[in-house]
């Protein structure tokens, strides 16, 4: 008799993990987990913004991690994030392509 456990959560917080910013003033931005302040925030940046602290709640983890240090310097973060072609994979996957085309919806006229 085999029983396999299977893990189910897959998309852990975690220095490295590529996130979707689901509320607030950054919402639809794609940013990085560059620090885990407590148990109910993270402090995350991006290229186009600058490194703020974020409640888990406003964030969606996506299943996209880079290799990155705890705390990088920008042009760090910028050359990992290129290097592991974070923008393609985001567009790429179902989920990205999904609100590429609610946003070319939403900007359509009559």
């Known amino acids: 008799l085999f029983i396999f456990f299977v893990q189910p959560f897959k998309r852990f917080v975690e220095i490295g993990r590529v996130a979707l910013v689901n509320y607030g003033e950054d919402y639809g931005k794609l940013v990085v ?22 409640n888990f709640k406003r964030l969606s983890l996506t299943d996209i991690k880079i290799d990155i240090k ?4 920008k042009k760090d973060l910028i050359k990992a994030m290129e290097e592991a072609d974070v923008k393609n994979k ?6 990205g392509r999904k609100l590429i085309v609610r946003k070319r919806r939403a900007a359509l006229t009559d």
């Open 70 to 73: 705890r705390v990088p310097k």
């Open 33 to 54: 987990i560059v620090d885990v302040i407590d148990q109910t925030r993270a402090l995350v940046d991006a290229p186009d913004m600058e490194r703020v602290p974020i």
């Open 90 to 95: 985001w567009e790429k996957s179902s989920w």
